[in-house]
């Protein structure tokens, strides 16, 4: 079995401020993981995935295989940042599954 | 170039009938998923196919839901005798094995 845990439903931060949501895995096969992203009436989107190891949108995620985690960070938050996060764990048989998403609110 | 594309984008019906809800992959996509994303629970699995074979329905929530896929291409979620519970946004993905996801825009559904 796998699981993916978003600890935090939403995540409220002023513009320019670092963000960063939290995402841990249990699997015990070798995962990939991914973050996808929800912007208000758009289609759920790839933001990044593990493997690349790029930036993407100013965001970056490193997998940490010994705290199982894969957290999404962002050094100074944009208004536009504003969408559903959701974190994703893909098996060695293809299922891909998601966390419980976080709903990031940047203010300006 | 066409995306995932899901049919039809709204359906409300009646509490007990049943429904079939559709989706188009991007051609040549191997995986196909199913997800349920209802307000404050997430994007739920439902189950999800390599070619035409469902390896997992593990997700499926009762024995109300089922779907198919044919070809290797279109896919069909069928929920019988819907309840209320049932409302939410329905999610189709396809993707080649290691590839990215691509969503479409969903089925909304409304059991009244």
């Known amino acids: 079995a796998q699981r993916v845990t978003q600890p935090e439903k939403l995540l409220s931060v002023f513009k320019g401020a670092p963000v960063e949501l939290k995402c841990n895995y249990s699997y015990s096969g070798s995962p990939e993981l991914f973050w996808y992203v929800q912007y208000s009436r758009q289609r759920l989107q790839l933001l990044l995935r593990h493997i690349s190891r790029e930036s993407i949108k100013g965001f970056t995620a490193d997998l940490n295989k010994g705290e199982t985690s894969f957290h999404l960070k962002k050094p100074f938050a944009q208004e536009e940042d504003s969408a559903m996060y959701y974190c994703a764990l893909r098996r060695n048989d293809y299922k891909l599954s998601f966390g419980a998403g976080t709903t990031v609110t940047v203010r300006a | 170039g066409a995306g995932v594309s899901q049919s039809p984008s709204n359906k409300v019906t009646e509490k007990g009938k049943d429904v079939e809800l559709r989706c188009d992959p991007i051609s040549g996509h191997t995986a196909l998923y199913w997800y349920r994303q209802s307000l404050g629970q997430g994007l739920e699995f439902l189950i999800y196919?390599?070619?035409?074979?469902?390896?997992?329905k593990s997700g499926l929530p009762s024995d109300r839901f089922s779907a198919e896929r044919t070809g290797g291409s279109v896919s069909t979620l069928t929920i019988q005798r819907t309840q209320q519970e049932d409302s939410a946004v329905y999610l189709c993905?396809?993707?080649?094995?290691?590839?990215?996801?691509?969503f479409g825009q969903g089925t909304r559904l409304t059991v009244v």
């Open positions: 993905a396809s993707s080649l094995d290691n590839g990215e996801a691509f």
């Open positions: 196919f390599q070619g035409n074979s469902a390896p997992d």
